[in-house]
């Protein structure tokens, strides 16, 4: 037999890719640690829905009663009402978006 010097030895090879599938394995398990959540089930589910209803009707319902003050205080028509409601919801809904977009340790 000839021996091919640019032929690659398979026992090399074989433990090249063992090491290569310890390290993807161990970066999978690591990955996963990091991302998993610290609330399991439905319950998680369950509390992240109440904490978007909360923050949705609070911004909603805080904007609204500033705006009431302000239009008591000032007398002029609604349109503190009007924009301090709009203010609320705008603040509500960059609330939820922070929640959707946190990441869960």
């Not at 090879?13 to 310890?22: C, N, P, T, V």
């Not at 996963?32 to 089930?41: D, F, L, N, P, V």
């Not at 009663?65 to 609604?78: C, K």
């Amino acid at each position: 037999m000839v021996d091919d010097p640019d032929r690659e030895d398979p026992i090399g090879a074989d433990a090249r890719i063992a090491s290569l599938e310890a390290r993807l394995a161990a970066a999978k398990r690591h990955e996963a640690e990091r991302t998993r959540s610290g609330q399991q089930g439905a319950d998680a589910g369950y509390r992240l829905g109440n904490q978007v209803l909360a923050e949705l009707l609070g911004g909603m319902i805080g904007g609204a009663a500033v705006g009431v003050a302000i239009d008591w205080f000032v007398g002029r028509g609604h349109w503190g009402l009007m924009v301090m409601l709009f203010l609320g919801i705008a603040v509500a809904f960059r609330n939820i978006i922070r929640i959707a977009n946190r990441r869960s340790d």
